[in-house]
């Protein structure tokens, strides 16, 4: 598994936008989850972002956050998440992204939490709730254990706090579509291509655009406008908890064949730094 920056040079020079399907951990259950993984890794997958349930999850919009119940409600918690991670990360191309809130962190300890990611496979982390103003001191530990922090530019952000969280942001920047939690939506909003514009006059770091991603028409319009990465959740999260496990994990390979289809078919538009 590489490093999540190293990830995207390598996009870049293929002239290729990436591929970012998130999952919560857990739901329907963790054998699923680790299966869900190898699927994704081997359908289109560029980087893989896992979710560990957390009892209020404010980032998260009905679907994720009706995961995360079912998950927590099984048992699942961040030491069962680690411990299936570490069997499966072994076999992963996929750089894994682990998206878990602050209160957990601070819970087990800045140093521990990152030790025992670390040893599970995990190379990089996002965390919805983290105050800008406290990031260095988790991106600073991050770095020790080889785990970069990504860091998110949401519809609200002023230019000066575009231009420190670009400043801070590791392996790539989390552009939220839209100003509210996770979800399907139709259509993306115009406004996402004016900051990705923006933020391309700001930094040259690959830009992710996620919330509100849910098809392949959405996909590819963000790509056209120059997103580095798209990131997909509540799409893949419902369709793994639909049906039985076997029918779920056939779903998941169908939406990200289909996602990674849309992203590298030619088309029209803005292109990013690497494009």
Known sequence: MTAISHCFKSLRDRRQCALIPFI???????????????VLDRHGADLIELGVPYSDPLADGPVIQAAATRALQ?????????EMLQAVSPSLQAPVILFTYYNPILYRGIEQFFKQIASAGVRGLVVPDLPLEEADELIQAAAAWGIEVILLVAPTSSKERIEA????SQGFIY???????????????????????DLRNITDKPIGIGFGISGSEQAHQARDWGADAVIVGSAFVKRLADGTSTQGLQAVEALCRDLKAAITQKGSGVRGQGF
């Open 24 to 38: 919560t951990a857990g739901d329907p259950d963790l054998e699923t989850t680790a299966a869900a993984l190898q």
């Open 74 to 82: 099984k048992g699942t918690r961040l030491e069962s998440v680690l």
């Open 165 to 168: 969280i670009a400043r801070q």
């Open 175 to 197: 552009l939220v579509s839209v100003t509210g939690v996770t979800g399907m939506r139709s259509q993306l909003q115009l406004r996402v291509k004016d900051l990705l514009i």
